[in-house]
């Protein structure tokens, strides 16, 4: 895997808070701000991949007006 350095301005204030945190989880400020862009990363994509999965079910239903019966998911659901 390949490194590269991507510079990031920050505010004053917020370059000081990470800075706090960072030594009171004995932790990098550079692992923090990783640990948080990949956590946000990781949020953002499943969104988005549940947005695609709504748009392709949502594409199903009109094309094929199949619905499933609110009584027969709760059935289902009670056999489970």
């Known amino acids: 895997m390949s490194l ?3 510079a990031v301005k ?7 808070r990470i800075q706090n ?3 009171i989880k004995e932790r990098s400020s550079h692992w923090l701000m990783k640990r948080a862009i990949l956590d946000y990363l ?3 994509e499943l969104i988005e991949k549940e947005k695609q ?5 949502w594409e199903n239903y009109a094309q ?8 027969d998911m709760k059935d289902w659901l009670k056999s489970l």
């Not at 999965?53 to 079910?57: A, I, L, S």
């Not at 094929?64 to 009584?71: L, N």
């Open 64 to 71: 094929t007006g199949e619905v499933i019966k609110h009584t």
């Open 4 to 6: 590269s350095s991507v």
């Open 42 to 44: 990781e949020k953002e």
């Open 21 to 23: 945190l960072g030594e």
């Open 53 to 57: 999965e709504d748009k392709q079910r």
């Open 10 to 16: 920050l505010e004053d204030d917020i370059k000081e």
